[in-house]
């Protein structure tokens, strides 16, 4: 070994195994000796092993964003993120710690690949997005005060409840996804159907409109002396 680290498994045979070589430059040579005299010539190893990729724990949001988490690879090595499974856009894909956009519900795998030279190494980080798909319903117009609404089934292990954005209503029940309301006002109502799983609430937002008139009043009933009579509506 001139330069550098080496262990031969046998340093006598022309074409021996060499372990435990240094990162980057290994200077090697191989001597030849015959009656006391010696011819000696050396190769140039590069080890190119980059330095092990290595990234955070699972990541949980409530949204399609988040922070990823790497460690930074040694000098003269490269790391890049790539999208293995899901869906992402990072704002900077050479940064272990930068942010991945548009990420799908569910789960999303991002792939921490470092790189030396043509040999590469990599970890896998999982990217949780626990939002829901969640529906209120189509808006609608009714003619009267009482309807029920149309949200989307609840997810086993999630809750769901509705809340009243605008408007007024009472609820037979408000945690049920068909629920029965009453003493709309007129005109518009807005409502939101709620699901909470895992600590993640997703929420959609429906209107109502009543377009019944106010109940009319024609007044109270009189009597009157004659033929003629004048209303009050």
Same mark, same amino acid.
């Given at each position: 070994v001139k330069t550098g680290n080496a262990t031969f498994s046998n340093n006598t045979n022309?074409?021996?195994?060499?372990? !435990?070589?240094?990162? !980057?430059l290994n200077v090697l040579v191989w001597n030849l000796n015959k009656n006391g005299c010696v011819s000696s010539d050396s190769i140039r190893v590069t080890n190119n &092993?980059? $330095? %092990?990729?290595?990234?955070?724990?699972?990541? +949980?949001?409530c949204g399609d964003t988040?922070? *990823? !988490?790497?460690?930074?690879?040694?000098?003269?090595?490269?790391?890049q993120w790539q999208v293995f499974n899901g869906a992402g856009v990072f704002d900077n894909i050479y940064d %272990?710690?930068?942010?991945? #956009?548009?990420? !799908?519900?569910?789960?999303?795998?991002? #792939?921490?690949?470092?790189t030396k030279g043509a040999?590469?190494?990599?970890?896998? *980080?999982?990217? #949780?997005? *626990?939002?829901?798909?969640?529906s209120a319903g189509l808006? $609608? +117009?009714?003619? %009267?005060?009482?309807?029920?609404? &149309?949200?989307? +089934?609840?997810?086993?292990?999630?809750?769901? %409840?509705?809340?009243?954005? $605008?408007?007024?209503a009472t609820f037979v029940s408000r945690f049920v996804p068909n629920a029965r309301i009453g003493g709309l006002n007129y005109d518009d109502n807005s409502f939101a159907w709620n699901i909470t799983s895992n600590s993640c609430v997703s929420s959609d937002t429906v209107k109502i409109t009543v377009n019944a008139p106010?109940?009319?009043?024609?007044?109270?009933?009189f009597g009157v002396p004659s033929s003629n009579a004048t209303l009050n509506a």
């Open positions: 022309y074409n021996t195994t060499v372990t !435990n070589l240094d990162p !980057n &092993q980059p $330095s %092990e990729a290595t990234v955070g724990s699972v990541i +949980s949001v988040a922070v *990823l !988490n790497a460690v930074k690879p040694a000098t003269g090595t490269t790391g %272990e710690h930068t942010v991945v #956009r548009g990420i !799908n519900k569910g789960v999303n795998t991002m #792939r921490w690949l470092v040999c590469t190494d990599y970890a896998d *980080l999982t990217v #949780r997005n *626990l939002k829901v798909d969640v808006d $609608s +117009s009714i003619c %009267e005060r009482t309807t029920y609404l &149309q949200g989307t +089934s609840i997810p086993t292990g999630a809750t769901g %409840e509705w809340t009243i954005v $605008s408007g007024s106010v109940p009319p009043n024609a007044g109270v009933d």
